[in-house]
């Protein structure tokens, strides 16, 4: 049986995907405040188990990226889907800083996986005109799984225990890589795509742009202009969605001095303005080059841009007297990114052949989280003698940077692009 608009389903699975992918990263922040009390961590200590995760996703990004690019997406996104879920069940068993530093290390080798996987399904199955909403769907897992932690882990630890919280989350990530081995695969192989979409994908893709049986070269990715066009404006973009997904629930416990019952009750709310912000992002290209002349790179350009204009309330939020307004402000900025960060990691399809996207994303997602890390470290040590507000006035601006490196560094293709005209 064929099933009409297949390709939608599709980003749907791996959106899917990024939320339970999430939802096990951003468990750890969450019961955060408990640890604190239950095994003595301190900010140090937490910054270090944080830095762990970081630094081995860094790393992994774009290991993962060629893997998959190598084995194909269903294999390889399965493989590491079973690993990060295993991994964060055995997270109830450590009672120490040490070795929640060291499980966050090995979790972090495996969720790496997720953004690139949402780029390579993008890049097969969606044409070009409707990558930008296919990458907002996909993007906006990571929010919503980051919006979805805050009340369920705060339950399992008020209805059990802090170590319940991480038994369940993974137990989630082992039911969806079963959804997912026997839900997705390529439109080539796909028994349910029909003759009429295969051909809209095709023929909608940039021919310049279409996979080869070459492997990707990582040489050549790293010395184009392009990819660092796309990498630094990640560097300096994602250490504020960093901060926002580690560091906001400690801020509102140590700060603003919130009981974890309100915690739950309104720390999720960034996370769902981050919802709207992604798949604004995909629209307001959509709109771009349906209503315009303007090109996919530049309706991506855009897009970054207006994004990054509207995290500048990031630098108020330690202004404010209610805890609430910050937490309203943040969310402001949690649609701000989101937004910026749709554009920016769709710009890898737009610039790279197919058989080079998730590579090409792993690299870009190593630069990102690069400045995750380095951020972490500092505020680990820094942050209980200066404050949260130097961190939130200095990542306001980061964005604009970002914003004028991908209007100067990122070179439009040279092909035609009539193809991406094509009507759905």
């Known amino acids: 049986m064929k099933i009409r608009n297949l390709r939608w389903w599709m980003i749907a699975l791996v959106s899917l995907g990024t939320i339970i992918n999430a939802l096990a990263r951003?468990?750890?922040?969450?019961?955060a405040p408990t640890l604190f009390t239950e095994i003595h961590i301190n900010e140090q200590q937490y910054a270090w188990i944080l830095s762990?995760?970081?630094?081995?996703?860094?790393?992994?990004?774009?290991?993962?990226?060629?893997?998959?690019?190598?084995?194909?997406?269903?294999?390889?996104?399965?493989?590491m889907i079973v690993i990060w879920s295993v991994v964060n069940m055995a997270h109830a068993t450590c009672h120490s800083w040490g070795g929640l530093a060291f499980l966050r290390g090995l979790m972090g080798l495996s969720e790496a996986s997720a953004i690139p996987a949402g780029v390579k399904c993008n890049s097969e199955w969606f044409p070009a005109r409707e990558r930008g909403i296919a990458g907002g769907i996909a993007n906006i897992g990571t929010s919503i799984g980051a919006m979805l932690a805050p009340p369920l882990v705060a339950w399992a630890i008020m209805a059990y225990n802090w170590e319940m919280a991480f038994v369940i989350t993974g137990a989630m990530g082992l039911v969806f890589a079963a959804i997912w081995w026997f839900g997705y695969n390529s439109p080539d192989k796909h028994p349910a795509i029909s003759a009429s979409e295969k051909a809209l994908i095709d023929n909608g893709q940039e021919v310049h742009?279409?996979?080869?049986?070459?492997?990707?070269?990582?040489?050549?990715?790293?010395?184009?202009?392009?990819?660092?066009?796309?990498?630094?404006?990640?560097?300096?973009?994602?250490?504020?969605?960093?901060?926002?997904?580690?560091?906001?629930?400690?801020?509102l416990m140590t700060v603003r001095h919130l009981p974890l019952k309100d915690i739950a009750l309104f720390a999720w709310l960034p996370f769902l303005a981050a919802d709207f912000g992604g798949m604004a992002g995909g629209f307001l290209n959509n709109l771009m080059m349906k209503r315009s002349a303007i090109s996919t790179v530049n309706a991506r350009r855009v897009g970054f841009t207006a994004g990054a204009f509207l995290m500048l309330p990031l630098a108020l939020v330690g202004f404010v007297e209610s805890p609430y307004l910050a937490i309203a402000l943040v969310s402001v900025c949690g649609f701000a990114h989101q937004m910026l960060s749709t554009q920016v990691i769709t710009m890898a399809t737009d610039l790279f052949p197919r058989n080079e996207t998730s590579t090409v994303s792993g690299f870009a997602g190593t630069a990102g989280w690069s400045g995750i890390l380095l951020c972490t470290l500092i505020m680990g040590s820094l942050v209980h003698t200066v404050g949260y507000n130097p961190f939130f006035m200095i990542l306001s601006v980061m964005d604009l940077i970002g914003a004028i490196l991908l209007w100067t560094l990122v070179k439009e293709p040279v092909e035609p692009t009539a193809v991406l005209l094509t009507e759905s």
């Open 26 to 31: 951003s468990s750890l922040s969450v019961a």
């Open 52 to 79: 762990a995760f970081q630094l081995a996703y860094t790393i992994a990004q774009p290991i993962c990226g060629f893997l998959i690019d190598i084995m194909g997406l269903k294999l390889g996104f399965f493989i």
């Open 209 to 251: 742009l279409k996979a080869t049986a070459a492997r990707p070269s990582i040489k050549s990715i790293l010395t184009q202009r392009n990819f660092w066009g796309i990498a630094l404006p990640r560097f300096l973009a994602d250490p504020a969605w960093g901060t926002i997904n580690f560091w906001l629930p400690v801020y």
